[in-house]
Nanobody, 115 residues
Framework: QVQLVESGGGLVQTGGSLRLSCAAS????????MGWYRQAPGKQRELVAQ???????NYADSVQGRFTISRDNPKNTVYLQMSSLKPEDTAVYFC?????????WGQGTQVTVSS
């Protein structure tokens, strides 16, 4: 069982930056592929960014070049640095941990970008 707790969301103006953090419980954090997803009102949850055990990353086209995902294994934490934020980035952002058929979610943190 893995518990995930997100933090760092909030209200920011267009063009601003935020850094989300996701703290994970458990001693095998380093074995999980970690991801950030988001869900805007009335829309499906979508993958924003993902980082593998080996540190490989991939991003949604809509955030490529603006967002950076990273992980700190000794701290059991994954980050999402978001820059040049746009109103369309407004959503609840969720942290996900995946290992084989196991998948865990955090409770989400709200990000609101004002125009």
């Amino acid at each position: 069982q893995v518990q995930l707790v997100e933090s760092g969301g909030g209200l920011v103006q267009t063009g601003g930056s935020l850094r989300l953090s996701c703290a994970a419980s458990g001693s095998i954090f380093r074995l999980y592929t970690m991801g950030w997803y988001r869900q805007a009102p009335g829309k499906q949850r979508e993958l924003v960014a993902q980082i593998t055990v080996g540190g490989s990353t991939n991003y949604a086209d809509s955030v490529q070049g603006r967002f950076t995902i990273s992980r700190d294994n000794p701290k059991n934490t994954v980050y999402l640095q978001m820059s040049s934020l746009k109103p369309e980035d407004t959503a609840v952002y969720f942290c996900n941990a995946r290992l084989g058929g196991l998948s865990y979610w955090g409770q989400g943190t709200q990000v609101t970008v004002s125009s």
